[in-house]
């Protein structure tokens, strides 16, 4: 049973697999005969249906569109393909309109828009208008204090006729000997000069001192020829050629008949001029009263302290100094670390017994015991060896006359000179007389001193030196006692470079000022008198502009690649009015605040400025504590990023604008160009337009209207200086100093005007540039390549401030501007070394422009090969006038505090591309 049970089991999956395989068989040849006689058939009978009627169109033959269409079947399909085509059509048509009428609606959208945008613009300028016409009303309303303008001459009445006596001829001073009623604050210091043939003695005047004090008392600006509107009576009393042939009675009485003498002689000043080694006190022995003595001796029993005055001695009478044949101020260290030459003639217990004058007795031991511890520790210096020095107590030849215990001059003055040319230091010995505390010789010594660049070391500290009660003599000189002489070695030894050409600067710029020629000692004089009355001094001249008329056309177009913001307003435009810069606001203040600035800084004392870079700015609370006239900070103090920025100048000064002053010659077309792009610029007071071709511009010339006045300005004759003459057009302080070719956006203007604020003392521009040191020639040459340092910026596109100007035009040497015409060049490396000069501080660079021209342009003449020859000889010239470099380095360049900071969706840069 198991096993038929297994058989069993064993066949019935076999039966299986053999019933599938005839169903697959079976299934296969049916669907074969299907697909194979099925088509045939069909074939067969469609092809018979069309051969029964011959004559008959074919069914299934190709038929044209309208012929398919005539057949039952498919006309019903025709006629809605009809219909349905029309429609579309008619769609398309439509969609068509409806797409022209969006593209209308959306180009009115966005005029909307654009309008929407000016309009709040518009509104947000309307409400910074409002806001500033509101704070200058109450600014006006609050104002208090009264602006001042140039001094207004104030003349006296009549004359004092019960002026207090002083105690005692030595006793007086200002306050008890000088006449103040004749001399207001705003009298002007007019200055009364006696004619020389009014008084016997002046033939007996050097007719050298003589001629030189005619001379430039024609030309001060101070001098009256009416004596009773006078501050102060000048008169001339030396030097004498021969002071043997006037008695000291006979000055005397001829002093006290001089017309407005007064019977005291309060306001007069006496000046008795040297112009050698040994001058005469000539005015010892004579009573001169309340007179001020101007002289280059005094005896201390004589000496009226901050009345009479000690001037520097009379070199140059008619004269002017070459400065080409000064030495250079480097190398800082020459062969001799100090010299000194000089012989002794006369002891002091000698002179003492001759001098009629003193009758009192010195007590203890007499200085002159001081002079052989000097002779003996300057020869052990010399003989030591370590460093070399020349001293030499005996001259070769006859040494020069001199006061008894003063040290007398050896030699001529060109061979001390030589010898000056080569010391580092030199050695002024004062006299061994206490008693006098200003003589000739010393002044001489110190003269010669400063002229070469030897820094004067003055052994004695009785002495007064030249003008000593403005000028600040320790910056330039060392002042050491006599009992310190066995240090003075040690102390010359320790000095830095750095601290020896500063003195050596200082020393140059003092006998630049008020030492080098007649003129200046005469000016230093009245200086002197006129600070210590406090009076401003005359105000400087500015040069009158001729204007040349010309006719402005439509309005000006603004080119966007010019005025593109970044959707900022750069600061007000029409709504903004010109406004000048206020003017000698400090007119009194420099004269009594600023006295030491002013006679040890350049320009010196000699004039008043409308304003100047160095004005002192006020602490940040004051502009909301009392004193904010002006000032527009911004977010009214509560900062903000660009919107705000743009809203309000801020900083640290008052509100002001700037002018553009643009140099052209005979371009008139790129000079239209220029004008043009500078529309729609804020902050703009003015344009003037330098003309500076001797042909005017043409009579058909239509000048573009850019909301702001145009003033074109005729010249004398075609020179680049004419680019930096301080026009009284200018009403700001502010001056942008541009070509006429040359090409730069309105918010790199505006940047660079923001940044010079804040640097005013400085020149603010583009293209930088710098000096580079020839090795080979051992000399300096110009370099436009770039560079990671510059020196200088080219004043093409620069701010600087209209002092400047008047530096350049008047004070600077004369020498530099000549230069300048002669090349018909070099005028911007001039700029950038006088005001290096003035402030020792590098220029600031803005943007990261190269160059300014803009494309298109004709070439300019910086492109010729001769242009680059030229620059290296001005700025090697410059230097030798100058004595030395004034450029200094600089590595860096500026751009705006939030440049390349990434900033929140609700705040804006200050500058987009800057």
Known sequence: MLRNGVVGNVGQPCMLRWSNRIRLTWLSFTLFIILVFFPLIAHYYLTTIDNLDDSGPRIFEPRSGNALCEVKHVQDLCRIRESV??????????????????????????????????????????????????????????????????????????????????????????????????????????????????????????????????????????????????????????????????????????LHSLPHWRSDGHNHLLINLSRRSQTQNLLFNVSTGRAMVVQSTFYDVQYRPGFDLIPSPLIHAMSEPNFLEIPPQ???????????????????????????????????????????????????????????????????????????????????????????????????????????IASSGCSMRLFEALEVGAIPVILGEHVQLPYHDTIHWREAALIVPKPRITEVHFLLRSISDSDLLNMRRQGRFLWETYFSTSDNVLSTILSTVRTRIQIPAAPITEEPSKEIPHKTGKAAGTDPNIADTGDLDLGPVETEPPYASPKYLRNFTVTVRDTYRAWNSAPGPFHLFPHTPLDPTLPSEAKFLGSGT??????????????????????????????????????????????????????????????????????????????????????????????????????????????????????EIMFGFRVWREARDRIVGFPGRYHAWDVAHQSWLYNSNYSCELSMVLTGAAFFHKYYAYLYSYIMPQAIRDMVDEYINCEDIAMNFLVSHITRKPPIKVTSRWTFRCPGCPQALSHDDSHFHERHKCINFFVKVYGYMPLLYTQFRVDSVLFKTRLPHDKTKCFKFI
Not at 186 to 205: E, K, M
Not at 331 to 355: D, T, W
Request: glycine share 4%; proline share 7%.
């Open 85 to 254: 085509s029309e429609e579309l059509l008619q769609l398309e048509a439509k969609r068509q309109e409806l797409n022209s009428e969006i593209a209308k609606l959306n180009l009115k959208i966005e005029s909307c828009k654009k309008s929407i945008e000016n309009a709040k613009q518009d509104l947000l300028q309307l409400k910074n208008v409002i806001s500033q016409t509101e704070h200058s009303y109450k600014e006006l309303v609050a104002q208090n204090q009264p602006k001042l303008s140039l001094p207004i001459r104030l003349l006296p009445e009549k004359d004092e006729t019960n002026f207090p006596l002083p105690k005692s001829p030595n006793s007086c001073r200002l306050h008890s000997c000088f006449d103040y009623s004749r001399c207001p604050l705003t009298s002007g210091f007019p200055i009364y000069i006696y004619p020389l043939d009014q008084y016997q003695f002046s033939a007996l005047i050097d007719p050298l001192i003589k001629q030189a004090f005619q001379a430039n008392a024609r030309t001060n600006i101070y001098i009256t020829d009416n004596p009773h509107i006078a501050c102060v009576y000048m008169v001339l009393v030396g030097e004498l050629q021969d002071p043997t042939l006037l008695k000291s009675i006979d000055l005397e009485k001829q």
């Open 330 to 436: 480097v190398p800082v260290k020459r062969k001799y670390l100090f010299s000194f030459q000089g012989e002794k003639i006369e002891s002091l217990m000698s002179s003492l017994q001759e001098a009629r004058s003193f009758e009192e007795e010195i007590e203890g031991n007499a200085p002159a015991d001081y002079d052989d511890r000097i002779i003996t520790t300057l020869k052990a210096v010399q003989d030591s060896k370590l460093d070399l020095v020349l001293v030499e107590f005996t001259c070769k030849n006859q040494p020069r006359p001199a006061l008894p215990t003063e040290w007398a001059l050896c030699g001529e003055r060109d061979d001390r000179l030589e010898l000056l040319k080569l010391s580092t230091f030199v050695l002024i010995i004062t006299p061994g007389n206490s008693h006098l």
């Open 630 to 747: 002006g000032f527009r900070p911004i977010g009214a103090g509560a900062g903000g990023s660009g919107k705000e920025f743009q809203a309000a100048l801020g900083g640290n000064v008052p509100r002001e604008q700037f002018t553009v002053v643009m140099l052209t010659y005979e371009r008139e077309e790129v000079l239209m160009n220029s004008l043009e792009r500078l529309n729609g610029l804020p902050y703009l007071n003015k344009v003037v337009v330098v003309w500076n071709s001797p042909k005017p511009p043409s009579e058909d010339l239509v000048w573009p209207d850019i909301g702001v006045p145009i003033v074109v300005v005729h010249t004398e004759k075609n020179s680049l200086n004419n680019r930096f003459l301080p026009w009284d057009t200018i009403e700001t302080e502010a001056i942008l100093s541009i070509d006429d070719d040359a090409h730069l956006r309105h918010d």
